[in-house]
């Protein structure tokens, strides 16, 4: 099992900045891919980003390339999103999600463990 939460969520105006971070425990951190979903009201969830187990390939969301940036360090067992010029399109529950092994998928599938989410909300 492998147990993953989140925070840094909250408000924050259009154009700011906040950074989440996702903790995890039970399981070697540095065996997992990580990535980052969201979910927006009335939304399905949608891919943000993602990190490979081995740390050296990141993918993004087209929503967030050039915008979030996405980084692990593994001897904290921690994933953060740094997310940059944020628009009120991006509010969200945004959760972190660990796949054994996985290179950074951008589907839902391959991702065994899900955090509870943080609710990132942008006003205009």
């Known amino acids: 099992q492998v147990q993953l939460v989140e925070s840094g969520g909250g408000l924050v105006q259009a154009g700011g900045s906040l950074r989440l971070s996702c903790a995890a425990s039970?399981?070697?951190?540095?065996?997992?891919?990580m990535a980052w979903f969201r979910q927006a009201p009335g939304k399905e969830r949608e891919f943000v980003a993602a990190?490979?187990?081995?740390?050296?390939?990141?993918y993004y969301g087209d929503s967030a390339k050039g915008r979030f940036t996405i980084s692990r360090d593994n001897a904290k067992n921690t994933v953060t999103l740094q997310m940059n010029s944020l628009k009120p399109e991006d509010t969200a529950v945004y959760y972190c999600?660990?796949?054994?092994?996985?290179?950074?998928?951008?589907?839902?599938?391959?991702?065994?463990?899900w955090g509870q989410g943080t609710q990132v909300t942008v006003s205009s």
């Open positions: 999600a660990a796949d054994y092994l996985g290179y950074g998928a951008r589907a839902e599938l391959p991702y065994d463990y």
């Open positions: 990190i490979g187990w081995g740390g050296g390939n990141t």
């Open positions: 039970g399981r070697t951190f540095s065996n997992y891919a």
